[in-house]
């Protein structure tokens, strides 16, 4: 037969190339592209004493999968190398994958993790596993995005930034110019914005238990992040005149009683389920007299508009 499903041999053909296409894409999700460079499939694994790792078939980069022991001179203390030898050579390690710190035999003894100038990024749960972890040593080559990397781990974390274009404060990661909100690790205390501040990163409260945020001070505040206070027991919020987005998720899960917004601005755009809150509560929203209707439009995605919750705030 011309199409060939008619041939047992050519159905099997098929059938193999299709299961090793699925096997491939599993296999490269674990894999992640660094910048230009890429490790290459398929990988190769190997281990020493410390780590095991991937190696791609340009024997040129090194994934770091788990970390088997601490530092030899220290058993508390974990040093991620930027290269590691392997036949010989030394590998640029680009990445440390997501369950990293699962098979080390005694996670909870580990107290500091120092990272080399090199390593580019890890994943988010990748040190989740150190649950006592007290500092963390990130170096200039990191690439630092948003509060999902810093997600899992421990509270009074001390980081230590080699490098100026960040700035690690009030247990609160900014860059240099506290213009981006990274990352907030505060436990149970408020958070006050800078007036310098213009955006709130994805997820930048994802560790922190924060329960009163103080946006008001900011004057040139843009955009709070997807998921950026979800699940945070907030309770009251305001909104400046100068946000023009709020993400997704921004508030999701939290129990909120009141919403206001200072202003009504033209350009803001209200993420899905901004608001939403999973017992079905509408918390009460301020808006400007005049402005209820043009908020109703804004936030009919949001998950909380209820046309009687709505009140002039002004």
């Known amino acids: 037969m011309k199409d060939g ?65 601490s530092d030899k001179s220290d058993e508390s203390k974990v040093t991620i190398p930027a290269t590691i030898k392997h ?56 690439r630092i995005k948003d509060g999902t990397m810093f997600s899992g781990l421990p509270k009074n974390i001390a980081i230590k930034l080699n490098r100026k274009d960040y700035k690690y404060e009030n247990d609160t990661l900014y860059d240099a110019k506290k213009r981006i909100l990274i990352w907030c690790n505060i436990y149970g205390n408020k958070y006050v914005a800078p007036s310098s501040l213009e955006v709130i990163s994805r997820n930048a409260f994802c560790s922190s238990e924060v329960n009163c ?39 999701f899960g939290c129990p909120l009683e009141s919403v206001t917004f200072l202003k009504y601005n033209p350009k803001l755009i209200i993420g899905y389920d901004a608001f939403f ?20 439009n804004k936030l009919k995605v949001s998950g909380i508009w209820d046309r009687k919750s709505a009140k002039a705030w002004r």
């Open 87 to 142: 036949n010989g050579d030394n590998l640029e390690v680009v990445d440390i994958e997501h369950e990293f710190s699962n098979r080390h035999p005694s996670p909870e003894r580990v107290k500091i993790v120092e990272i080399k100038n090199g390593v580019r990024k890890w994943s988010p749960t990748a040190l989740g596993a150190f649950c006592n972890l007290e500092k963390l040593h990130i170096p200039k080559s990191v």
């Open 5 to 69: 499903y008619g041939n047992p041999k050519k159905c099997l053909a098929s059938w193999f190339c299709v299961m090793l296409t699925i096997f491939s894409f599993c296999n490269l999700k674990t894999i992640a592209a660094i910048g230009p460079n890429k490790l290459q499939w398929p990988p190769d694994c190997f281990k020493n004493e410390q780590f095991t790792f991937l190696v791609d078939k340009t024997q040129k980069f090194a994934c770091l999968l788990y970390c088997l022991n």
């Open 213 to 251: 945020v103080d946006l008001t001070k900011t004057k040139n505040l843009k955009s709070i992040g997807p998921y950026a206070f979800a699940g945070k027991e907030i309770k009251r919020i305001s909104i400046p005149a100068s946000v023009q987005k709020i993400g997704n998720g921004a508030f």
């Open 277 to 296: 809150e999973e017992s079905g509560k509408n918390p009460q929203i301020k808006v400007p007299k005049g402005t209820s209707e043009l908020f109703k």
